[in-house]
């Protein structure tokens, strides 16, 4: 009798094991690739919470796609194109993440586009926009929810440029940077606005001083309408500094994209300045948006930041791949996201057939000051649509 109870005991136990391990191992594991630590990360936790909530929203609540529970792996990989790698490879090898989403730094995200390629795995790129992603650097492997820099360039060439218009530009002397002013120069000629001068600093610079001068040399004997247009992610404050300067005495104005909410603390003192923005939580009117806006405020009395909605798009795009593919084989999700729709706070994006760059709307802002928030409101001047930016291909596929 009692060798009965201990062979049901085992048994019992055992089929708990198993059970246990194979819903484990049914768990639908999405890995997170992001600066969590380093000068990205005010950018990388929005990504998290915007995720976390974007899985909620597509998911009505329960987490789970087709009986499967999703799983999010963090992992921090500092902004280091080396770490990344190795973060990478972790999830998907010794993690078994189905799909990873990241990373912060274009220049980690470069460095992980191999990793997916070579383990035959979907990366979704979130937020990093350095247009090599989707461009020579791109693999089959990889999408992007997040603006690419030519979509940044072009909405704000969309938003300033016009004949007789003179614009100089002051970026950050690396890939982001680069590749920004780059789509930038190609659309803002589109515009039949000039160029004017270029100039090119350290990720870390703080003193403006001479760089100002030099983009005020530039531009301030130039006929017409002038303005410096500037392209920069983390800490720095180019705008404050070169405001500073006074480039009002030349007839020179400012102008850049948008920013999160601390950035655009530094835009209240430029009332009046227009630029392009990739979100900003007042602007889109639709449910998806209506839902996070919310949310966001019941649960951390804020809105919802730049890239809490990027977050937020990237898991729309996982629930809506794996929903329509009914599988996370590499090969049934390239299928199933070639030339998908599907919602986000901004609402439709679409993934790109040719290059899988998310097609998206960016809106034309015109700064305005309220004296009970502590940023700037970017108040909308109007949508800049899908098919108004002529995205360049630029991955030779």
């Known amino acids: 009798m009692r060798t009965s109870h201990i062979c049901k005991a085992i048994v019992s136990s055992l089929t708990a094991t198993l059970l246990a391990t194979a819903a484990q191992a049914d768990d639908l594991k999405i890995a997170l690739i992001y600066g969590k630590t380093g000068p990205l990360e005010a950018y990388a936790k929005q990504t998290e919470a915007g995720l976390r909530l974007g899985f909620e929203y597509a998911t009505k609540g329960t987490n789970m796609i087709d009986g499967r529970k999703i799983v999010i792996i963090t992992k921090d990989d500092q902004g280091k194109p080396d770490l990344s790698k190795a ?4 999830a998907y090898q010794d993690d ?6 990241g990373t912060t730094s274009s ?22 926009v350095a247009d ?6 791109w693999n089959r492997y990889i999408f992007r929810t ?7 360039a072009i909405s704000n060439a969309v938003a300033i440029g016009k004949p007789g218009v003179t614009v100089a530009t002051l970026a950050q002397d690396y890939a982001f940077g680069r590749d920004g002013v780059a789509a930038f120069k190609e659309a803002l000629a589109k515009t039949g606005a000039t160029l004017g001068a270029e100039e090119y600093v350290p990720t870390n610079t703080t003193d403006f001083t001479a760089v100002g001068q030099r983009l005020f040399d530039a531009l301030k004997d130039k006929p017409g309408k002038k303005i410096i247009w500037v392209i920069w992610a983390g800490a720095g404050d180019p705008l404050t500094k070169l405001q500073d300067m006074d480039p009002k005495r030349y007839g020179i104005e400012l102008s850049t994209g948008g920013n999160i909410l601390p ?19 007042d602007i889109p009117k639709n449910p998806v948006n209506d839902w996070l806006v919310a949310e966001h405020q019941k649960r951390f009395n804020a809105p919802p930041d730049f890239f809490t909605a990027g977050g937020f798009s990237a898991a729309m795009a996982v629930v809506t791949a794996v929903t329509k593919a009914k599988s996370t084989d590499s090969e049934k999700l390239i299928t199933a996201m070639e030339g998908m729709e599907f919602d986000t706070p901004k609402g439709k994006m679409i993934f790109r057939k040719e290059d899988h760059q998310a097609l998206q709307s960016m809106y034309h802002f015109r700064v305005k000051v309220d004296p009970n928030l502590a940023w700037a409101v970017n108040e909308p001047v109007r949508e800049i649509k899908i098919d108004e930016m002529s995205v360049p291909i630029r991955n030779k596929r």
């Open 87 to 90: 973060a990478l490879s972790e």
């Open 96 to 101: 078994g993440a189905d799909i990873a989403i």
């Open 107 to 128: 220049a980690a995200a470069l460095a992980d586009l191999p990793v997916a390629e070579e383990n035959k795995k979907i990366l979704i790129v979130e937020p990093a």
């Open 132 to 137: 090599q992603i989707t461009g020579e650097k």
């Open 146 to 152: 997040g603006r690419n820099s030519s979509q940044d």
């Open 263 to 281: 950035a655009l603390a530094a835009y209240k003192r430029l009332p009046g300045m227009e630029g392009a923005t990739y979100y900003y939580y």
